[in-house]
């Protein structure tokens, strides 16, 4: 499970780094200045702030935020590529262990068969005492 948590943090950085992408290509987009040809410019309505009396922050300080947020990302990302275990399991590695873990199943299941067959023993005693006690029962009664 440790490498299944190592994946989907690692997952969740991309998906962060992605956001951050995202985000940062429309912050540029709103707070850059429009480079309308002339020609188009009376059919082009005005942006802006509209009912809004926010004005958007220096584009200096969008820069330093988000390459910071980037590179942070970046080195989370860094650090959790480092942290998956090598991928040196060749081929024969993989047999030979799937193989191991194939013996230990057969042992396992004959263990479990032996267990099973002691717990119907078992049940078979424990029914054929109960049996004797009842029929001792119905002799006590009779008599």
Same mark, same amino acid.
């Given at each position: /499970?440790?490498?299944?948590?190592?994946v989907?943090?690692?997952? !969740?950085?991309?998906?962060e780094?992605?956001?951050?992408?995202c985000n940062?290509?429309?912050?540029l987009?709103?707070?850059?200045?429009s480079? @309308?040809?002339?020609?188009?410019?009376?059919?082009?309505?005005p942006?802006?702030?509209?009912?809004?009396?926010q004005?958007?922050?220096?584009p200096?300080n969008n820069?330093?935020?988000?390459?910071?947020?980037?590179t942070? /990302?970046?080195? !989370? @990302? !860094?650090?959790?590529?480092?942290?998956?275990?090598?991928?040196?399991?060749?081929?024969?590695?993989?047999?030979?262990?799937?193989?191991?873990?194939?013996?230990?199943?057969?042992?396992?299941?004959?263990?479990?068969d032996n267990? @099973?067959?002691?717990g !119907?023993?078992?049940?078979n005693?424990i029914s054929?005492?109960?049996?004797d006690i009842?029929?001792?029962?119905?002799?006590?009664?009779k008599?």
């Open positions: /499970t440790k490498m299944a948590d190592r989907t943090q690692l997952q !969740d950085a991309v998906n780094m992605a956001d951050l992408f940062s290509v429309g912050v987009q709103h707070t850059s200045e480079k @309308i040809e002339p020609s188009l410019q009376d059919s082009v309505p942006q802006g702030t509209e009912g809004s009396n004005e958007p922050q220096p200096m820069i330093q935020l988000f390459s910071t947020l980037i942070r /990302t970046a080195q !989370d @990302i !860094d650090a959790l590529i480092e942290s998956l275990p090598n991928s040196t399991y060749t081929e024969e590695l993989q047999i030979e262990y799937l193989k191991k873990l194939d013996s230990e199943n057969k042992k396992l299941a004959e263990k479990l267990l @099973i067959g002691e !119907d023993s078992m049940l005693d054929s005492t109960l049996r009842h029929d001792a029962q119905l002799k006590i009664k008599e």
